[in-house]
């Protein structure tokens, strides 16, 4: 049990939405049950869902026993966690319909309160402009932003200039939820803990990178969605984005929020502009056609009902470059698709090649020495090294293996990347959060892109299902004397 247990309320607008039934309950029901929330704290749903509070009480019942694992939902600690539960019928753009949420809230006026905005970005200046008219925003409030803030740096800046109108930059909480997985947050302590990885983090020692995040699922339910955004928009820009700030920026004098958050901006301005001729040699975009997932057969993109035709990619490969004395001259190789052959999410960092080797090897290949960070569907680091191969061989024969960085832990329960984010949203830490000039940063290098592929400078590619993308991707590393980890 936790000995600090937080006070406030926590107000999910869009609290009944798939990301509040399959994430925000779950992580907050954990909590709670973990001794992290005040058992007088309050869970407040504020939905357009009409339904009394026992109808409530029973559906998010109904959820948790839907996405919590098998041992993870206990009659018992479902009975305190209800007792947190309230909800409230909110139409967002009726001022008047906030009635009952402003009565709830003014009953203990002095409590922190937090407002997770669970909804399309449209609403996010509605709900933010109607709280501060109706005297629900103190100097104790937070809001939380859920991606995504607009589809280029204009309409970012539209949504956050909204927001900002009523919240200080420092109550705003851009949620990244890559950023609460624990291997993600290992990157810093693996880099800046130990004393051998320090010196060889640099140009003189690294060859390239590689980010991968790649998706077996499609866009089910989606579409509307996701054919407004695509992968650049939807997973580049952000998750990818910030992963590789965690790789290539340089220690912070502390661990405080805004030292993290200044090295990661300056990756941000760091990263080189592409030119037409860049889009045309190191982008990659497509669109995944039918096929097959672990031999069943999937719909192309294109293939759903009332759908004609689009130019939204599902899938980007592209090559980066970091303009500063660190990274200069290694290339970061990132790739992000929907319906590839499975799900995995990774960072492998390549070393240079030894400059000699006095090993024949059979004539065997001396691989390179990698470290492998899986972010997903098992977190995990591992090393791989040469070593050895036993026996009274006349040559000394030598095989990569792998010396795995993360001792498991045997704990009750792990917590989701969600937990560990609402954790610090209640206790006030925004070091995991994206802050203004790291969005307008992000977008200002994305734009360049996405304005290149609206002009259509290289087509758009296509890709079967259940693959690991366009062949496009193998010769954009391929020029470079390189391939991708899978291949």
Same mark, same amino acid.
């Given at each position: 049990?936790?000995?600090?247990? @937080?006070?406030?309320?926590?107000?999910?607008?869009?609290?009944?939405?798939?990301?509040?039934?399959?994430?925000?309950?779950?992580?907050?029901?954990?909590?709670?049950?973990?001794?992290?929330?005040?058992?007088?704290?309050?869970?407040?749903?504020?939905?357009?869902?009409?339904?009394?509070?026992?109808?409530?009480?029973?559906?998010?019942?109904?959820?948790?026993?839907?996405?919590?694992?098998?041992?993870?939902?206990?009659?018992?600690?479902?009975?305190?966690?209800?007792?947190?539960?309230?909800?409230?019928?909110?139409?967002?753009?009726?001022?008047?319909?906030?009635?009952?949420?402003?009565?709830?809230? $003014?009953?203990?006026?002095?409590?922190?309160?937090?407002?997770?905005?669970?909804?399309?970005?449209?609403?996010?200046?509605?709900?933010?402009?109607?709280?501060?008219?109706?005297?629900?925003?103190?100097?104790?409030?937070?809001? *939380?932003?859920?991606?995504?803030?607009?589809?280029?740096?204009?309409?970012?800046?539209?949504?956050?200039?909204?927001?900002?109108?009523?919240?200080?930059?420092?109550?705003?909480?851009?949620?990244?939820?890559?950023?609460?997985? =624990?291997?993600?947050? $290992?990157?810093?302590?693996?880099?800046?803990?130990?004393?051998?990885?320090?010196?060889?983090?640099?140009? &003189?020692? %690294?060859?390239?990178?590689?980010?991968?995040?790649?998706?077996?699922?499609?866009?089910?339910?989606?579409?509307?969605?996701?054919?407004?955004?695509?992968?650049?928009?939807?997973?580049? +820009?952000?998750?990818?984005?910030?992963?590789?700030?965690?790789?290539?920026?340089?220690?912070?004098?502390?661990?405080?929020?805004?030292?993290?958050?200044?090295?990661?901006?300056?990756?941000?301005?760091?990263?080189?502009?592409?030119?037409?001729?860049?889009?045309?040699?190191?982008?990659?975009?497509?669109?995944?056609?039918?096929?097959? %997932? =672990?031999?069943?057969? *999937?719909?192309?993109?294109?293939?759903?009902? &009332?759908?004609?035709?689009?130019?939204?990619?599902?899938?980007?490969?592209?090559?980066?470059?970091?303009?500063?004395?660190?990274? $200069?001259?290694?290339?970061?190789?990132?790739?992000?698709?929907?319906?590839?052959?499975?799900?995995?999410?990774?960072?492998?960092?390549?070393?240079?090649?030894?400059?000699?080797?006095?090993?024949?090897?059979?004539?065997?290949?001396? @691989?390179?020495?990698?470290?492998?960070?899986?972010?997903?569907? $098992?977190?995990?680091?591992?090393?791989?090294?040469? &070593?050895?191969?036993?026996?009274?061989?006349?040559?000394?024969?030598?095989?990569?293996?792998?010396?795995?960085? &993360?001792?498991?832990?045997?704990?009750?329960?792990?917590? =989701?990347?969600?937990?560990?984010?609402?954790?610090?949203?209640?206790?006030?830490?925004?070091?995991?959060?994206?802050?203004?000039?790291?969005?307008?940063?992000?977008?200002?290098?994305?734009?360049?892109?996405?304005?290149?592929?609206?002009?259509?400078?290289?087509?758009?590619?296509?890709?079967?299902?259940?693959?690991?993308?366009? @062949?496009?991707?193998?010769?954009?590393?391929?020029?470079?004397?390189?391939?991708? +980890? =899978?291949?």
């Amino acid at each position: 049990m936790s000995e600090l247990k @937080s006070l406030c309320d926590i107000t999910i607008f869009g609290g009944h939405g798939d990301l509040a039934f399959r994430k925000l309950m779950p992580a907050l029901y954990h909590l709670s049950n973990a001794g992290y929330l005040d058992e007088k704290s309050r869970i407040i749903t504020a939905t357009r869902d009409s339904m009394s509070h026992e109808e409530h009480c029973d559906l998010v019942k109904l959820k948790l026993k839907e996405f919590l694992s098998d041992d993870g939902f206990e009659e018992e600690k479902f009975s305190y966690f209800k007792k947190q539960l309230h909800v409230v019928i909110i139409e967002f753009n009726a001022d008047e319909s906030y009635k009952g949420l402003q009565d709830l809230l $003014n009953e203990y006026p002095q409590r922190e309160r937090i407002n997770y905005l669970s909804t399309a970005p449209d609403f996010f200046g509605t709900i933010c402009k109607t709280m501060s008219h109706l005297g629900l925003v103190s100097p104790q409030s937070r809001v *939380v932003l859920e991606k995504p803030i607009g589809r280029n740096l204009q309409s970012s800046h539209v949504i956050n200039d909204e927001v900002l109108n009523y919240f200080d930059e420092s109550q705003i909480y851009r949620i990244d939820h890559y950023l609460g997985k =624990d291997t993600v947050q $290992n990157i810093m302590a693996l880099r800046f803990s130990n004393r051998f990885f320090m010196p060889l983090w640099d140009a &003189n020692h %690294i060859d390239h990178i590689q980010i991968t995040v790649a998706e077996s699922v499609g866009v089910e339910g989606r579409w509307g969605y996701y054919n407004e955004y695509g992968a650049m928009r939807d997973m580049v +820009q952000n998750h990818l984005m910030q992963l590789l700030c965690l790789v290539a920026m340089e220690p912070p004098c502390s661990l405080d929020a805004d030292s993290v958050r200044d090295e990661k901006v300056k990756v941000l301005r760091s990263l080189r502009t592409m030119t037409h001729s860049d889009i045309k040699e190191k982008t990659v975009r497509a669109q995944y056609s039918k096929g097959s %997932i =672990d031999g069943i057969p *999937v719909p192309g993109y294109l293939d759903g009902d &009332n759908v004609n035709t689009s130019t939204t990619e599902t899938f980007v490969a592209l090559r980066v470059d970091i303009d500063n004395w660190r990274w $200069n001259g290694v290339p970061f190789y990132l790739r992000s698709g929907k319906r590839m052959s499975r799900q995995n999410s990774e960072i492998i960092i390549h070393f240079k090649s030894i400059p000699h080797s006095i090993f024949v090897n059979q004539g065997k290949f001396i @691989s390179e020495n990698k470290l492998v960070i899986t972010l997903q569907p $098992n977190e995990s680091i591992y090393l791989e090294l040469m &070593n050895k191969v036993p026996g009274l061989s006349e040559q000394m024969l030598l095989k990569p293996v792998e010396l795995e960085l &993360n001792t498991p832990l045997k704990v009750a329960h792990k917590p =989701d990347a969600y937990e560990r984010l609402l954790l610090d949203i209640i206790r006030a830490n925004p070091t995991l959060f994206m802050r203004l000039d790291e969005v307008d940063a992000a977008w200002k290098w994305a734009d360049v892109i996405l304005d290149g592929w609206e002009e259509d400078i290289i087509p758009l590619k296509s890709y079967s299902a259940g693959t690991d993308g366009p @062949s496009a991707a193998v010769q954009l590393i391929a020029r470079d004397g390189r391939s991708w +980890q =899978d291949e």
